[in-house]
């Protein structure tokens, strides 16, 4: 199947700072990603949905401006974590659709001291 | 909306059958199926398209009742190695977002 990176795979920051997760698709090109947040033993939760060259779809109660999403190219999107706050602690996933299954990135794991 | 998976959670013992249930209260143009192992990412095992056409697993089957908006996953004879936790996730309309049940735990014994 299609190959889905993400990066980095763990990020441990200090409150306040941002972080940026960024997610490739390696083998094909994807004009739509999306980005997920999960809990422990919770199911995944939608943030946004990342369009090339335009701006990103958000679900409702998705801070926008906490979390920044850029789709530079067919195959990069971007997920900045803005003045990261340690509820923000969370696993973070990205997927892309080649073209109707969805291969989700491996994954990070933020922690917000 | 949220699809709702039944059972939460199921424990087998190796080589036993399991069925996994997925259902909607909107149209669905397909349901995917995917099995996730703690600390990973989602591994990809199914789709069922609106119209009948599945593509996935060798060693999985699984049904899509359009009429019901119902899915079902079925595992045979299970192995140790499928252990995880199984998310359905539905779309409402073709290259449309997928939202994804709250999972199955299923734990196999040895």
């Known amino acids: 199947g299609a190959v889905v990176s993400q990066h980095p795979s763990w990020v441990i920051c200090k409150s306040g700072t941002s972080v940026k997760i960024e997610c490739r698709s390696l083998?094909?090109?994807?004009?739509?990603m999306f980005w997920y947040r999960q809990f422990p033993k919770q199911s995944l939760m939608l943030m946004a949905t990342?369009?090339?060259?335009?701006?990103?779809?958000?679900e409702q109660g998705v801070e926008k401006d906490k979390f920044l999403i850029n789709h530079a190219s067919l195959t990069l999107s971007t997920l900045t974590v803005t003045s990261a706050h340690p509820e923000d602690s969370s696993f973070y996933i990205c997927s892309a659709r080649d073209p109707y299954i969805q291969y989700f990135g491996a994954g990070t794991r933020l922690s917000v001291l | 909306q949220q699809p709702v998976q039944s059972p939460q959670a199921v424990i087998l013992r190796e080589g036993e059958d399991a069925v996994i249930n997925c259902s909607s209260s909107?149209?669905?143009?397909?349901v995917h199926w995917y099995r996730q192992k703690h600390g990973e990412a989602p591994v990809f095992l199914m789709i069922l398209l609106k119209g009948g056409e599945q593509k996935g697993h060798d060693k999985i089957s699984a049904s899509f009742n359009e009429k019901k908006q119902q899915s079902s996953l079925y595992l045979t004879a299970s192995q140790l190695s499928y252990s995880g936790t199984y998310f359905c996730g539905t779309e409402v309309r073709r290259d449309d977002k997928i939202i994804f049940g709250k999972g199955t735990r299923l734990h196999i014994l040895p």
């Open positions: 083998d094909f090109q994807a004009t739509t």
């Open positions: 990342s369009n090339e060259g335009s701006k990103a779809t958000y």
């Open positions: 909107k149209a669905l143009y397909s």
